[in-house]
């Protein structure tokens, strides 16, 4: 009868161990992290009961590429996007300006200038102003049109647009409300103030090659009319890779026999020469206050 007994006792003891053993067989992960490139992928609280899991978020993807830098998203949002080359570039400017645009201004001796070329698409009554791509259209046109630099919408953003003399002249206006483009005398108003032609267009010229081509002489833009090299379009439809060379503006003053009298800034001198420029070249428009 007692041997029955320690046998009984001894089963009991045996199984309890075993229910034990299977208890631990079940455990809870929590504030388990996986890093893997730029996304960083933390559970925390995760249960794993059966065949439930809960509590996973995923935080702080940060994403760039080839055309796109600085982008960064967390959650569903992204902020801070900007794209090189295409719509968009580092001055924030929108691939056209609208008429209701606020520009940036800066008053220079008695005059008040826009700060940046002219990047409208419409004239002042908001009609289209037709942009031309094509070089053979390009140098039979008669009426107003725009390119951009080089025929790459990369450039409009940063150096605004080339417009022919067509669309300087056209009676629903180019120039926005509250500025026109400027006759030669104003011209030569703003650089006499910068102390003549051998001088005036250092004062102009933005500083620096990132945006001029080297040596880009003189160059202080200590007038803070920030004057960026767009190049032109020749009256032939082609471009001759003047970007980052030259910075060419129109007048609304006309010399005669398909002329227009205009004004240029080099990277090579501090000079700001007087030019004239054929109806049909492309070239930039600054625009100065009424």
Not at 51 to 73: L, P, Q
Not at 236 to 262: F, P, V
Request: hydrophobic share 30%; aromatic share 10%; glycine share 14%.
């Amino acid at each position: 009868m007692k041997t029955n007994l320690i046998k009984i006792f001894m089963f009991f003891l045996i199984s309890g161990v075993a229910i034990l053993s299977c208890k631990k067989q079940v455990t809870t992960p929590s504030n388990s992290t996986t890093t893997g490139g730029t996304t960083i992928s933390t559970t925390s609280g995760s249960t794993t009961n059966g065949s439930t899991t809960t509590g996973s978020t995923t935080t702080g993807s940060a994403t760039t590429g080839s055309a796109t830098s600085g982008s960064t998203t967390s959650g569903s949002t992204t902020t801070g996007s900007t794209t090189s080359g295409s719509t968009t570039g580092s001055t924030g400017v929108s691939a056209c300006d609208s008429i209701n645009t606020k520009f940036p201004t800066v008053t220079i001796g008695s005059q008040t200038w826009m700060e940046r070329n002219l990047n409208v698409c419409k004239y002042r009554n908001g009609d289209d102003i037709p942009q031309v791509q094509d070089q053979n259209a390009w140098k039979a046109l008669t009426t107003g049109a725009w390119c951009y630099a080089e025929d790459f919408a990369g450039n409009g953003p940063i150096y605004g647009k080339l417009y022919n003399t067509y669309a300087i002249y056209d009676p629903r206006g180019l120039a926005p409300l509250g500025f026109h483009v400027p006759t030669n005398d104003e011209w030569i108003t703003l650089t006499d103030f910068l102390g003549g032609e051998s001088v005036a267009g250092g004062k102009m010229k933005l500083a620096g090659t990132q945006y001029w081509e080297s040596p880009n002489t003189n160059a202080s833009n200590s007038s803070n009319f920030t004057a960026l090299p767009a190049g032109f379009r020749s009256a032939y439809g082609t471009y001759g890779g003047n970007l980052h060379r030259y910075a060419k503006w129109g007048s609304s003053t006309e010399i005669g026999n398909g002329a227009n009298y205009g004004w240029q800034l080099y990277s090579g001198d501090g000079k700001s020469s007087q030019s004239a420029f054929n109806f049909n070249a492309g070239v930039s428009i600054r625009c100065l206050a009424n």
